[in-house]
C-alpha cells in the first residue's frame, strides 16, 4: 500500500512538473518562437471614438482611386515619358507616405474607391495589404469605401469589405449593423440594404471639453455599386433606395435630438451635427456644373450612372450635409456646389490609374474647425478644403471655405 501511494505522489509531482515546464514555455517562449512565422494576432485599433483635437480641429485626407497593383512591377500610366522608366506603384506609397507627414492629418479617407485595380492586382489580399501599407504604419484610424474596379481581383465586394473592416487601424464596416426590430437572427448585419460599405461615423468633441460625450460631426460611407445593366444598357452602379432610406433614418434621429435639446435650454451643444459623404461615383446632377463656377478643373466629362435615384433631393432634405466628396473621374479635380451642397472631387491620386501626363498626381485635405465660445467650443464652425499636388513643392492649391455656420441671431 505506501509503495502505490509514494507512486501516486512520485506520478503526480511528475506530471505537475511537466506542466509547469510547459506553462513557462508557452508564457515565455512561445510568442517568440513564432513572431518570425506570424501567428493569428488581433488586428490593431485606433483609439475611439474619433474625436476632435484639443486645439479644435479634425482633418481629412482623401484619397482618391489609389488603383493599386502588385507593387514594384506594375508600372505607371499616363505620367511624361522620362518619368515612365522609373514609375511604379511605388510612387503611390510615396505620395501617401509624403502627404501623411505633410498634413499630419487625424483620419484617412480612401473613401473614394478604386483603391486596388483589379484586372492588374493578381492577389487582392496581398495588393490591399500594400495599397493600405504606409495607413496601417502611421496607426491613424483610416476608412475606405469600393469603387467599381476593386472586384476584378480574387475577392467579391463583401469579402473586400469584410478583408478591409479587419486591417490594422480601420473604421471602415462591411454595412450597418442591423436595426434591432428585425433581421437581428442575421448575424447582426444589415442585410436590407444594397452594397458593401455603408456605415457612418461619429467625430466627438476634445477630449476634456464639455463636448467630449457629444457626436458633433457625422461622417457617412455608400457604395455607389460598379456596373449594371439597364433596359439592355450596361451603365454604372448608382446609389439605391435602401441606402437612401438608411440615410434619412439618420436625419430623422437628427430632428428628434434637436427637439430635445431646446428642452434642456443648452445652448452650447450644437444642434445637429454637420454631415460629410464619401462615395465613388459622381450623381448624375455634377453634370450641371459644367455651366456654373466651379473650384479647380474639369477636364473630362461626368462618367456617372444613367439612373438618377434622388441622391441629391434626400441629402438636401437631411438639411445637415455640407459636402460630398467623391472620385472616378481621375482628372477632374474641383468642388461645385448643387442646392447648397458641395460636390468635390479628389482628383486621381494613384500613378497606376489613368491620368494625364504632366498633370501631377493630387490628394484633397479637409480641414474641420470648432467655434470658439466665452468658455469652451461651440460646434464645428467651419469647413475647408485644399489639394496638393505631387509635385516637388508639395504645391497646396484651390484652398476654399466649404461651410461656415452662421451666428444663430
Ligand atoms: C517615382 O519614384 C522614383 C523613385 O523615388 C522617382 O525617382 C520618380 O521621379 C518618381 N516619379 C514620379 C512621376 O513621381
Ligand atoms: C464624459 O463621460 C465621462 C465618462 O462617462 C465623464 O467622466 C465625463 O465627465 C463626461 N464629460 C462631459 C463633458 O460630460
Ligand atoms: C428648437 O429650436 C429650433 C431652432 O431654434 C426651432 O426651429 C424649433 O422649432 C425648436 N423646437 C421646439 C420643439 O421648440
Known amino acids: 500500500m505506501e509503495s502505490a501511494t509514494q507512486k501516486w505522489t512520485y506520478s503526480i509531482l511528475y506530471l505537475a512538473f511537466l506542466y509547469a515546464i510547459l506553462y513557462l514555455l508557452h508564457t515565455f517562449f512561445l510568442h517568440k518562437l513564432l513572431v518570425g512565422n506570424q501567428p493569428l494576432r488581433l488586428k490593431k485599433n485606433p483609439d475611439l471614438p474619433l474625436r476632435f483635437r484639443s486645439d479644435g480641429t479634425f482633418k481629412i485626407l482623401q484619397v482618391a482611386d489609389l488603383h493599386y497593383g502588385n507593387g514594384a512591377v506594375t508600372r505607371c500610366r499616363d505620367v511624361l515619358e522620362s518619368e515612365f522608366q522609373y514609375c511604379s506603384d511605388l510612387n503611390s506609397t510615396r505620395f501617401l507616405k509624403t502627404m501623411l507627414e505633410a498634413e499630419k492629418p487625424d483620419f484617412i479617407a480612401f473613401t473614394v474607391g478604386d483603391n486596388i485595380f483589379g484586372s492588374s492586382a493578381t492577389d487582392a489580399a496581398e495588393s490591399l495589404f500594400r495599397a493600405f501599407g504606409p495607413a496601417m504604419e502611421s496607426g491613424l484610424p483610416w476608412a475606405a469605401v469600393l469603387g467599381n474596379h476593386d472586384q476584378e481581383s480574387t475577392m467579391n465586394r463583401e469579402e473586400l469589405m469584410f478583408f478591409l473592416s479587419l486591417m490594422d487601424y480601420s473604421v471602415s464596416q462591411p454595412n450597418p449593423p442591423a436595426e434591432e426590430s428585425s433581421n437581428h437572427h442575421k448575424r447582426g448585419r444589415n442585410k436590407n440594404i444594397d452594397g458593401f460599405g455603408n456605415y457612418n461615423l461619429e467625430v466627438y468633441g476634445a477630449s476634456g471639453s464639455h463636448l467630449a460625450n457629444s457626436s458633433i460631426l457625422n461622417l457617412f460611407f455608400l457604395d455607389s455599386g460598379d456596373r449594371e445593366t439597364v433596359q439592355g444598357i450596361r451603365t454604372y452602379g448608382w446609389i439605391k433606395e435602401s441606402q ?166
Not at 427637439?259 to 453634370?287: C, K
Not at 464645428?380 to 505631387?390: E, F, S
Open 244 to 409: 437612401l432610406r438608411w440615410l434619412r433614418g439618420f436625419a430623422q434621429v437628427f430632428q428628434g435630438q434637436k427637439q430635445d435639446l431646446n428642452h434642456s435650454h443648452d445652448a452650447l451643444i450644437p444642434t445637429t451635427p454637420p454631415a460629410l459623404l464619401f462615395f465613388h461615383i459622381p450623381i448624375p446632377e455634377i453634370r450641371q456644373l459644367y455651366y456654373q463656377k466651379v473650384v479647380g478643373q474639369l477636364q473630362e466629362a461626368v462618367a456617372c450612372s444613367m439612373v438618377n435615384s434622388g441622391v441629391l433631393q434626400t441629402l438636401v432634405s437631411m438639411r445637415d450635409v455640407k459636402a460630398a466628396f467623391i472620385g472616378h473621374d481621375h482628372t477632374n479635380d474641383f468642388c461645385g456646389n448643387l442646392d447648397g451642397i458641395w460636390f468635390c472631387y479628389g482628383g486621381g491620386f494613384g500613378y497606376h490609374g489613368y491620368g494625364k501626363a504632366g498633370w501631377p498626381r493630387r490628394a484633397r485635405v479637409i480641414s474641420l474647425e470648432l467655434g470658439k465660445g466665452e468658455k469652451d467650443w461651440t460646434g464645428v464652425q467651419r469647413i475647408k478644403t485644399w489639394k496638393r499636388l505631387d509635385d516637388e513643392k508639395l504645391s497646396k492649391i484651390d484652398e476654399q471655405v466649404l461651410w461656415e455656420s452662421q451666428p444663430s441671431a
